[in-house]
């Protein structure tokens, strides 16, 4: 693992940057230091950013802002888009193969929610404690259901989509 070393660049805002590179994804604080956090393929923060979540072939692993693993959850399928949901926080969302799965904040409960998903990663709404996530399926139809599965709303947009992202309002 590489040493936090300071850039040549301050970032222009507070907060964190994570970014996902071929080599894996980084995080880069306020100061311009950096790290790796590891050979993960995808990656993203918690509410927060206390924590990330990355994925790399069958493995769903929260990170500490070390890089060290807090937990992890390994399928038999590859896993793809995990998503942390913004608040409250307890629940992560991922996809195996083309299935879409929610396990705890804390690696634990991991629950089938659907199947015949889309490679198209999943949106939390973004309301406070709520735990609603809309994705899309493989005949194109975008599904809002809550954390369960518990179907809320369905539609079809005329054309697969390709991203989903929830407005703030």
Not at 62 to 79: C, H, M
Request: hydrophobic residues 40%.
């Amino acid at each position: 693992q590489e040493a936090t070393e300071p850039a040549l660049f301050r970032l222009p805002a507070t907060g964190q940057l994570l970014v996902v590179s071929e080599g894996g994804p980084w995080l880069v604080r306020p100061d311009g230091s950096k790290r790796l956090l590891g050979a993960y393929d995808d990656a993203s923060f918690s509410p927060s950013a206390r924590f990330v979540v990355a994925t790399r072939g069958r493995r769903v692993v929260a990170l500490e802002p070390d890089g060290d693993p807090r937990w992890s959850v390994t399928r038999p399928l590859p896993v793809a888009d995990a998503r942390w949901a913004p608040s409250p926080g307890f629940r992560v969302a991922y996809r195996e193969g083309d299935t879409l799965r929610v396990v705890d904040g804390d690696g634990a409960g991991d629950r089938l929610v659907s199947e015949d998903v889309a490679p198209v990663a999943p949106a939390w709404l973004p309301a406070a404690g709520r735990t609603v996530l809309a994705y899309a399926d493989t005949a194109g139809r975008v599904h809002v259901v809550e954390a369960d599965g518990e179907e809320l709303w369905t539609a079809d947009p005329g054309s697969k989509p390709e991203q989903l992202l929830w407005s703030d309002d």
